[in-house]
């Protein structure tokens, strides 16, 4: 055997051993008799500008993701060809958002669990048992555990975390063709130097988050320039 092949041969040994552990808490929950267990995570809770956007998911017995994983570990490349096969294979998902000016009301903690409470209300399946990214549980009326971590732990949360991501990321490239000046598109509304220094120039526009320091200082500054 070749050393392609030989390769090819250990990286689907790991593959379909890293597949058995994300699977291992939802079919731990199956066999407990919890029926479609759905997974929640978000995307978006950093940015200066932009939704908060969340994703619920429940993945059939059998499916074929190859390398599923945390959104954040993927290549957009690989985010992009695994958000059209979920969307293809899951047994139901559903994405919903928190918009800036809301996310401003609330704080960003609130918003981000709000917008996974629309996800998991909006699945056309009630789910059993969510199992939700993070530390903090959401309100909803069936079982639930947070799980730290749970975008690299567990299958569904990671589809999850890709749905928000590659919904996130078209709206952002969306809201780019609104706002040009800012090149959404390039940092998606993460304060990276370039959104800073575009920050800087323009000031904040209506889908930046007045209530982050950042744009709250930008902001205050233009309004004491124009007093």
């Known amino acids: 055997m070749d050393r392609f092949r030989l390769r090819q041969r250990e990286e689907s040994k790991l593959e379909a051993l890293f597949k058995e552990e994300l699977l291992y808490l939802e079919r731990k929950l199956v066999k407990e008799g919890f029926m479609f267990v759905a997974g929640v995570d978000e995307a978006g809770r950093g940015p200066l500008a932009g939704p908060v956007i969340a994703a619920a998911c429940i993945l059939p017995e059998s499916f074929d993701l190859p ?62 048992y969510v199992l939700v990214d993070g530390r903090d549980e959401i309100d909803i009326v069936c079982r639930q555990k947070a799980v730290i971590g749970g975008d690299a732990k567990c299958a569904c949360i990671a589809a999850g975390s890709i749905l928000a991501k590659v919904t996130r990321d ?5 809201l780019h063709m609104l706002y040009p000046q800012y090149a959404f598109d390039k940092h998606k509304g993460y304060g990276t130097r370039l959104h800073f220094e575009l920050l800087q120039k323009y000031g904040p526009c209506p889908i930046h988050r007045y209530s982050f320091a950042p744009v709250k200082a930008l902001a205050f500054r233009s309004s004491s320039e124009l007093a």
């Open 170 to 174: 078209r709206i952002m490239d969306d």
């Open 67 to 128: 390398y599923l994983n945390d959104s954040k570990k993927l290549t957009a490349r690989r985010r992009e060809d695994l958000f059209e096969r979920i969307k293809d294979q899951a047994s139901a998902y559903a994405v919903a958002g928190v918009e800036a000016e809301e996310i401003d009301r609330m704080n960003i903690l609130h918003a981000s669990k709000l917008a996974m409470k629309k996800a998991i209300e909006a699945l056309h399946i009630p789910p059993g």
